[in-house]
């Protein structure tokens, strides 16, 4: 399995496991991966409909459709 499909499937599992909003950093000090690599995939994510982002302030914040 490529790593961006494990880091997305951490996320996608962390997330499911959270019904409030989750900022990208708590979502990398959970699953113990960089910050800027879970950016990335809930970028990706968002962009594939799985995921849904708000901008909070300068902080974006996560959460499972």
Known sequence: ????????????RFLSENNNLVST????????RAWHSIQ????????????EGIRIGNINAWMKK
């Open 40 to 51: 990335l995939n809930c970028l990706k994510l968002q962009l594939e409909g799985k995921i």
């Open 1 to 12: 399995m490529k790593r961006s499909k494990k880091i997305q499937k951490d996320i996608l």
């Open 25 to 32: 950093r708590e979502i990398a000090l959970k699953i113990k």
